[in-house]
């Protein structure tokens, strides 16, 4: 299983040296800081986003979705391998802030293969082989954009939605879970190593730019809209050697929940991009999207 996952030891940011020249350009190249595309190498060409069927995944779609701004993401839909214990359930996949779908295809494999279920793997605008460049307006239009595309579509309109976010994926989620909690179709929240906000961040990953936090314009504010959820369960879960995102942000996060069920798991040996490579994650989610769709039985494979 880990050695699925040894692409994601990605630094957040490419070099010490560019740490420290983000503190004098952190107002204005913020945005290529906290939304660095195009690591790895190519993560932003055909030859640098690996396909489903590269993972031995036959049944999927490689999809082009228009957003209402004018972009078109790139997006992955991986339907259940085994149809005989396929539930009416997709889950809605929003990755960290580097590579691209991609390179998470191993973890929707394990997904698809435990739960029954399908994936939709979004692509945020200016990553891999979406248009347009990222900011924190334009990646919520793209997430509410592809919970509509699950709802607008015969296969999947009447599918339950359990929402996963890593990272900035995390803070993404947030936002569509509370901006959807009342549509009756989305049935679950799950967050990994996600932070409270990007200024509180800075000072961790950048710590030269701490003093002038203020400066960001790219807020992430989860822990203002993690405490609009009230509706639907969240479980959070926590790398407890996360180099990148301190645990106490997703403590803090567990801490001002106001969901009517949390779930805390932690993963003692888990840093910021392999938590999910540690024992019993996957069973860990698995208990979870049972208890979300009332105690149905899926088999783990």
């Given at each position: 299983m880990a050695s699925y996952f040894t692409w994601l030891r990605i630094p957040f940011l490419a070099s010490s040296?560019?740490?420290?020249?983000?503190?004098?350009?952190?107002?204005?190249?913020?945005?290529?800081?906290?939304?660095?595309?195009?690591?790895?190498?190519?993560?932003?060409?055909?030859?640098?986003?690996?396909?489903?069927?590269?993972f031995g995944i036959s049944d999927y779609e490689d999809l082009r979705v228009?957003?209402?701004?004018?972009?078109?993401?790139?997006?992955f839909f991986i339907r259940p391998s085994n149809k005989r214990q396929a539930r009416k359930?997709?889950?809605?996949?929003?990755?960290?802030?580097?590579?691209?779908?991609?390179?998470?295809?191993?973890?929707?494999?394990?997904?698809?293969?435990?739960?029954?279920?399908?994936?939709?793997m979004l692509e945020y605008r200016g990553y891999g082989l979406s248009t347009g460049s990222p900011d924190e307006d334009g990646i919520n239009i793209d997430a509410q954009t592809a919970i509509d595309f699950i709802r607008n579509q015969e296969e999947t309109r009447n599918?339950?939605?359990?929402?996963y976010g890593e990272s900035i994926g995390g803070a993404c989620a947030i936002r569509l879970v509370a901006n959807n909690q009342d549509a009756g179709d989305v049935?679950?929240?799950?967050?990994i190593n996600t932070f409270t906000s990007i200024r509180k961040l800075i000072p961790s990953v950048m710590p030269p730019a701490k003093y002038i936090a203020g400066l960001c314009h790219q807020y992430w504010n989860s822990e203002e809209v993690l405490p609009q959820i009230t509706k639907i369960p969240v479980m959070f879960m926590s790398g407890l050697k996360d180099e990148i995102v301190p645990p106490a942000h997703m403590q803090q996060l567990y801490s001002i929940s106001r969901?009517?069920?949390?779930?805390?798991?932690?993963?003692?040996?888990?840093?910021?991009?392999?938590?999910?490579?540690?024992?019993?994650?996957?069973?860990?989610?698995?208990e979870y999207v049972q208890d979300v769709l009332g105690g149905q039985t899926m088999n783990p494979s």
């Open positions: 040296g560019l740490v420290a020249a983000a503190s004098g350009l952190l107002y204005w190249k913020q945005n290529e800081l906290i939304y660095p595309r195009n690591i790895p190498l190519g993560a932003r060409s055909n030859e640098g986003v690996p396909r489903p069927n590269q228009p957003t209402p701004d004018g972009e078109t993401l790139s997006a359930l997709t889950i809605l996949m929003f990755h960290g802030n580097a590579g691209n779908i991609g390179h998470r295809v191993p973890i929707a494999k394990v997904l698809e293969e435990q739960i029954g279920c399908n994936v939709f599918d339950k939605i359990i929402v049935a679950g929240l799950i967050l969901a009517p069920k949390k779930i805390w798991r932690v993963f003692p040996n888990g840093m910021h991009n392999d938590t999910i490579a540690e024992p019993y994650f996957f069973d860990f989610v698995l």
